[in-house]
């Protein structure tokens, strides 16, 4: 199989179990799942997103490739190519469905992960290569695939690279730039200097306030979140319709022409109204998960946190870490 991505460029994939497991339904269906939600992220009316395909199957297929680049085992790298087939239409808008927890989180996908790949045709292919699915669903088997943060992982680096790529935050040399500076070893990412972990870091979290927790993806995830909510109270689509794609769900919701209800909220979710902070008079009280990493280094011969070098990193990263909350007040647009 020839495959070109975003980070590693033209590549050839196969083997025989990775190529069956990107030819199943549940990874196509994620061609069809934008990674950013119902449209490119809100993030500030001059940002536009670069013209790379940013829907949840490049995401995975890139997990898959940074796991490989590095030696992981093949298990390994089928738990990261797979890890993203639980997410429903609109990704993490999905989460805005469930309450403010997985609002904090964005863990909806997580929760529902050994159910959904239970009952799709994963295990059948699995097993006609000899893995075990209990095996493949157990993370801490895969300690290159998912840590908790502040710690690097390979979805991390892999979505860090692809949406600073995307909204052209680096380039193409820079992201290169980074990948030749890290390793992994005994089951950790490094970087080999102080100066390119902290580099990374700096980035992370530019896109963890700029993009990922912004005020602008606030209203994007949470309005989303809102018709999608009240379309499935009204009948208009079904838990099921939720893992179809973005397309399939919302052409069922707009064909609903007599809810009221939700003619207003499909204003606010495709950006009717202007919108500003307030916390005194708002519309909606949302959050967004926020992150921030604290990547190990090679410096002076040890292996050792950005922080342990840099007292002034950890505090950044605990500030980092905390969900952002959100007031929204709509206005009528001039």
Avoid at 5 to 30: A, C, F, M, Y
Avoid at 36 to 53: A, C, E, Q, S, T
Avoid at 245 to 270: P, Q, W
């Amino acid at each position: 199989m020839n495959y070109r991505d975003p980070i590693h460029g033209s590549v050839q994939i196969t083997d025989p179990v990775i190529v069956e497991l990107i030819e199943s339904t549940p990874l196509q269906r994620l061609k069809r799942v934008d990674q950013y939600g119902y449209r490119p992220l809100w993030v500030k009316p001059d940002v536009k997103i670069g013209p790379l395909d940013s829907s949840r199957f490049v995401h995975s297929v890139g997990v898959y490739l940074l796991l490989r680049r590095f030696g992981a085992a093949l298990d390994e790298q089928i738990a990261g190519l797979i890890h993203d087939v639980s997410h429903t239409a609109f990704s993490h808008c999905g989460d805005y469905i469930f309450g403010e927890e997985n609002e904090k989180r964005q863990h909806f996908q997580d929760s529902i992960f050994e159910k959904f790949v239970t009952g799709s045709e994963i295990p059948t292919i699995l097993e006609k290569y000899g893995f075990d699915l209990a095996e493949i669903l157990d993370d801490s088997h895969f300690p290159l695939k998912e840590r908790l943060l502040p710690d690097l992982c390979a979805d991390r680096i892999a979505y860090g690279l692809q949406d600073a790529l995307n909204f052209e935050e680096i380039n193409r040399s820079q992201a290169k730039g980074f990948l030749e500076a890290l390793r992994a070893e005994d089951g950790r990412w490094f970087f080999t200097s102080l100066a390119r972990a902290r580099e990374f870091a700096e980035l992370f979290l530019e896109m963890s306030d700029v993009y990922w927790a912004s005020e602008h993806s606030a209203v994007e995830l949470k309005t989303v979140g809102d018709v999608l909510r009240h379309s499935l109270e009204q009948g208009h689509i079904t838990h099921d319709d939720l893992h179809t794609t973005d397309r399939e769900v919302l052409d069922k919701i707009t064909a609903a022409k007599n809810d009221g209800r939700l003619l207003e909220l499909l204003k606010r979710m495709n950006a009717e109204y202007s919108f500003v902070s307030d916390r005194t008079q708002y519309d909606l009280h949302t959050f967004c998960k926020s992150r921030a990493v604290d990547p190990y280094c090679m410096h002076e011969g040890r292996i050792v946190r950005v922080s342990d070098v840099d007292p002034e990193w950890g505090p950044i990263v605990s500030n980092g870490l905390e969900p952002k909350e959100h007031f929204i007040k709509f206005t009528p647009r001039v």
